[in-house]
């Protein structure tokens, strides 16, 4: 199982300045591993059949609305599925959220344990930018929470960069509609997380 995480947002709690309202951290993961690069494949066809360089990196808030949804029709065929949680940040009082690092472990464990039981043996993938050091906090945090003495729910984590890893892009890319949805000031702010809408097992909102 190949597990893929981004988040979009910020971890700031003083909204009245300009901090997002929530966070959102979305895993998408593959339970087969053909599919995954199947998926993959089919991400670099879509940037030739776009005229997009190589290169080109599909980041949602970077991205036109031209290629949101081209990106998600190209992808909502695989197999795979997606978990988030939607953090609402005007209803978080206690100082352990000041620290951004603590948030967004939390945060993460929260994911973590809605979709433990979907999980085995997965190797989770996280976008290398920020502090590496933190990153393998996170990893050995993550383990330690979800598995159990029975059950090896995760194998093994590793930081590798977005721009060179297309399922990073595509959690980013689900990550990004997951956010657009909450925007009550945006025309149609639905659109592309309706795309992807069967491959959605549960996003929840916290705290209720």
């Not at 300009?18 to 993959?40: L, P, Q």
């Not at 948030?103 to 993938?125: Q, S």
């Not at 159990?148 to 590798?160: D, S, T, Y």
């Amino acid at each position: 199982m190949l597990v893929f995480i981004d988040e979009s947002g910020d971890t700031g709690l003083e909204i009245a300045a300009g901090a997002t309202r929530h966070f959102v951290v979305v895993m998408v993961a593959f339970s087969d591993h053909n599919e995954a690069i199947a998926c993959e494949d089919r991400i670099r066809l879509l940037r030739r059949e776009l005229g997009l360089d190589e290169k080109f990196e599909f980041h949602f808030h970077k991205n036109s609305d031209r290629v949101r949804e081209a990106f998600f029709k190209a992808i909502v065929p695989y197999d795979f599925f997606y978990y988030g949680i939607i953090i609402k940040k005007a209803q978080l009082f206690g100082e352990g959220f000041r620290n951004k690092e603590s948030f967004y472990k939390y945060a993460c464990g929260l994911l973590f344990e809605n979709a433990k039981e979907k999980l085995a043996d997965a190797i989770v993938v996280i976008d290398k930018s920020g502090r590496e050091l933190f990153k393998y906090q996170l990893a050995s945090y993550l383990k330690k929470k979800i598995n159990g003495q029975e059950h090896i729910r995760i194998r093994k984590v590793k930081m590798q960069d977005s721009h060179r890893n297309d399922l990073l892009q595509c959690a980013d890319m689900v990550c990004g509609a997951v956010f657009r949805s909450l925007a009550a000031d945006t025309k149609d702010v639905h659109r592309f997380r309706r795309i992807v809408q069967s491959r959605e097992i549960y996003v929840q909102m916290w705290p209720k």
